[in-house]
């Protein structure tokens, strides 16, 4: 009697010991990208434009969705204010080419928008436009969020970082600054939030540089330079630098030959965003580039 209580004891344990493990939550994906974000400034991060939207509308729960899939880094998302103050995932001023209704974002509520179904390639579908929580929520422990913030005011501004907070991905983020001198106004709101300034030519990168650290630069490649670029890897931050329009338009005619080309003339950058994300990241690996 006393010999099968004690392995019923044992097995007890065990099987406590397996519900634990099989309990306890898996290592997200994005502690995987914020490792080579931070410590790998050779491994090449891609940023999928709109979010991976080659087969779903631009900006929608389901873009983001693919694009974790895919294993892309960074959703590049763009956020917008409705007339009763919700912050929604909306890249142009009007909501037309999105959805086939007139009218800008600012002057529907946000009950009023989310009837309006997604259009993809001209085609309605079942994807409404998603709240900024909401993808946030989505994105977590998954993905890196490139925050490109097109509401107006401050108070927007505090808005959006309160939800960053909130929903526990600040380390997530890259908050994107059109203008570098709006930095001080976000730092104010969160120090811990992740900025990412744009610089407009080489006195803007030079003055980004006194400021202080930050994640990543975006840049032009008006005004690239290897030796400007190498500033900026030697401050700890990374290049960002965009492959839309040319660079992608000639990947999308041969393949290879786009990103053939925009390494071969941006060879400091280091953040790629793009709308071929998972083309760009089949040619990464293929050159040991990335994870």
Known sequence: MKRCFFIVLIMCGAWGSLHAQATKPAKGKVDLILKDFYQRPDRIMVAAHRSAHTNYPENSLAAIREAIRQGIDIAELDVRLTKDSVLVLMHDKTITRTTGQKGEVSSFTYGELKQFPLLHNGQPTSERIPTFKEALLLAKGHIMIDVDFKADGQEAARQACGLIKSTGTIKQILFFLYDHHDAAFLQSINKQIPIMPRAHNAAETAAILKIGKFPAIHVDPSFYTDNLMSDIRSAGSRVWINALGEIDSIERATENAGFDL??????????????????LLRYLRKKGLHQ
């Open 262 to 279: 925009l390494f071969s003339k941006y060879k400091q950058a280091n953040i790629i965003q793009t709308d071929l994300p998972e083309q």
